[in-house]
């Protein structure tokens, strides 16, 4: 785990529409930290893979809070789906495609993902580079 | 727009005769009764820095295939019928144009920039600049340089091949032509077998790119030196990519595509 300084706390609704929002709070994030282009669309591409795991067809999933923690090893973001009146409890669990684990491996340096059905959730570390 | 019961009647009338005789003189009558709803609906688009004009000339354009299209028989009012026809027209035509309706002129322009802005700093500094150097250069500050990374995505899925308008750099012949070379090596049947079957929905040369990305690991400087393309582009085209194996079930959240 690494070492919290600071943190950036989103919720928003469970839509694609609303992806947008996460991608650009995890790039803000990483740009005050000093990432680099590179690096902060690296970073994008893996918090849109990790929403959109969250989402994953599950109908009735209310929101998804995002946390980014600034930490001295790299940027930290948990993604968390919640749902709206317990509709979680019918919901199938999902597993990540072969081809987005792919795409994580080459753009995070720490990723894990739980599709439980209750209580969906993603992490992910994104190292800074040493510039 | 409002018309009275006598004027609709009419206009019913004069609906399902042009069913029946497709008169050319009646069409035109028709047009010109529903001008008032086409050149309405191009003000709604009007100040997302398009003409008026144009957009007028869209609207009217899908106004007439709407009254070619229309059904009286179906009991439809024929505003209510051609509103989404025209209005799908007018979005459509600001995708063609390269951008999403909901994007800023300003965040548009500074998207536009960024191919060169980052290229130049890349080359000066010898690395990746960060957003606040990219910022500096590009005189805006660091939120719009963010939104016009994210204003990548708002690209229409346009074919490789299509020249794009206002981003001569490396677009202005066609993608396809930049990249020639590159081409015969996807050919190859080494990389085809490891690509295959997952990414063999997407047109080759972005096989290409998702391919020396994600299973390269070359970084998208990196891509776009090879390819000759800016890194901006690269970042267009992967988003653009993964946007179409997520559309065709690849991805995690398939149903769910933006």
Same mark, same amino acid.
């Given at each position: 785990?690494?070492?919290?300084?600071?943190?950036?706390?989103?919720?928003?609704?469970?839509?694609?529409?609303?992806?947008?929002?996460?991608?650009?709070?995890?790039?803000?994030?990483?740009?005050?930290?000093?990432?680099?282009?590179?690096?902060?669309?690296?970073?994008?591409?893996?918090?849109?893979?990790?929403?959109?795991?969250?989402?994953?067809?599950?109908?009735?999933?209310?929101?998804?809070?995002?946390?980014?923690?600034?930490?001295?090893?790299?940027?930290?973001?948990?993604?968390?789906?919640?749902?709206?009146?317990?509709?979680?409890?019918?919901?199938?669990?999902?597993?990540?495609?072969?081809?987005?684990?792919?795409?994580?491996?080459?753009?995070?340096?720490?990723?894990?993902?739980?599709?439980?059905?209750?209580?969906?959730?993603?992490?992910?570390?994104?190292?800074?580079?040493?510039? | 727009?409002?018309?009275?019961?006598?004027?609709?009647?009419?206009?019913?009338?004069?609906?399902?005769?042009?069913?029946?005789?497709?008169?050319?003189? #009646?069409? =035109?009558?028709?047009?010109? $009764?529903?001008? !008032? &709803?086409?050149?309405?609906?191009? @003000?709604?688009?009007?100040? /997302? %820095?398009?003409? #008026?004009? =144009?957009?007028?000339?869209? $609207?009217?354009? !899908? &106004?007439?295939?709407?009254?070619? @299209?229309?059904?009286?028989? /179906? %009991?439809?009012?024929?505003?209510?019928?051609?509103?989404?026809?025209?209005?799908?027209?007018?979005?459509?035509?600001? @995708?063609?144009?390269?951008?999403?309706?909901?994007?800023?002129?300003?965040?548009?322009?500074?998207?536009?920039?960024?191919?060169?802005?980052?290229?130049?700093?890349?080359?000066?500094?010898?690395?990746?600049?960060?957003?606040?150097?990219?910022?500096?250069?590009?005189?805006?500050?660091?939120?719009?340089?963010?939104?016009?990374?994210?204003?990548?995505?708002?690209?229409?899925?346009?074919?490789?091949?299509?020249?794009?308008?206002?981003?001569?750099?490396?677009?202005?012949?066609?993608?396809?032509?930049?990249?020639?070379?590159?081409?015969?090596?996807?050919?190859?049947?080494?990389?085809?077998?490891?690509?295959?079957?997952?990414?063999?929905?997407?047109?080759?040369?972005?096989?290409?790119?998702?391919?020396?990305?994600?299973?390269?690991?070359?970084?998208?400087?990196?891509?776009?030196?090879?390819?000759?393309?800016?890194?901006?582009?690269?970042?267009?085209?992967?988003?653009?990519?993964?946007?179409?194996?997520?559309?065709?079930?690849?991805?995690?959240?398939?149903?769910?595509?933006?």
């Amino acid at each position: 785990m690494v070492e919290v300084d600071d943190e950036v706390r989103l919720v928003i609704p469970a839509e694609p529409g609303f992806l947008r929002l996460a991608r650009l709070t995890a790039a803000a994030v990483a740009s005050r930290m000093g990432f680099t282009f590179d690096e902060v669309e690296d970073l994008r591409i893996a918090v849109d893979e990790l929403c959109y795991f969250l989402l994953g067809g599950r109908a009735g999933l209310g929101a998804i809070t995002l946390v980014c923690r600034i930490g001295d090893d790299g940027l930290d973001v948990t993604g968390a789906g919640s749902w709206t009146n317990g509709a979680g409890s019918s919901a199938t669990p999902t597993q990540l495609p072969e081809l987005s684990r792919r795409i994580l491996e080459s753009v995070v340096d720490e990723y894990e993902c739980d599709g439980d059905s209750a209580a969906p959730s993603f992490r992910l570390l994104k190292r800074r580079s040493a510039a | 727009m409002s018309l009275d019961d006598g004027e609709r009647a009419a206009l019913r009338e004069k609906f399902v005769e042009y069913a029946r005789t497709r008169d050319q003189s #009646l069409r =035109d009558e028709l047009i010109t $009764a529903h001008i !008032a &709803l086409a050149e309405y609906l191009a @003000r709604r688009f009007s100040n /997302r %820095g398009e003409p #008026l004009d =144009d957009l007028v000339q869209v $609207a009217s354009l !899908a &106004l007439l295939k709407a009254v070619e @299209r229309f059904d009286p028989d /179906r %009991g439809l009012e024929f505003s209510t019928f051609a509103t989404p026809t025209i209005v799908g027209e007018l979005k459509r035509h600001f @995708r063609d144009k390269g951008w999403a309706v909901r994007v800023p002129r300003r965040v548009q322009e500074l998207h536009l920039q960024l191919s060169t802005v980052v290229a130049t700093l890349a080359q000066e500094l010898g690395r990746s600049p960060t957003i606040p150097e990219i910022a500096k250069e590009a005189g805006a500050t660091e939120e719009e340089v963010l939104e016009a990374m994210e204003a990548g995505r708002a690209y229409r899925l346009t074919s490789i091949d299509a020249p794009r308008a206002g981003d001569n750099e490396e677009e202005g012949t066609g993608i396809a032509a930049r990249l020639g070379d590159e081409d015969e090596r996807l050919d190859n049947v080494e990389v085809r077998l490891e690509l295959s079957p997952l990414l063999e929905s997407l047109p080759p040369r972005e096989q290409l790119i998702v391919h020396l990305r994600f299973f390269e690991g070359l970084t998208q400087s990196e891509i776009a030196s090879r390819l000759d393309i800016s890194q901006v582009h690269v970042s267009r085209l992967l988003a653009r990519s993964l946007q179409q194996l997520r559309e065709r079930g690849e991805l995690g959240g398939a149903s769910f595509a933006e």
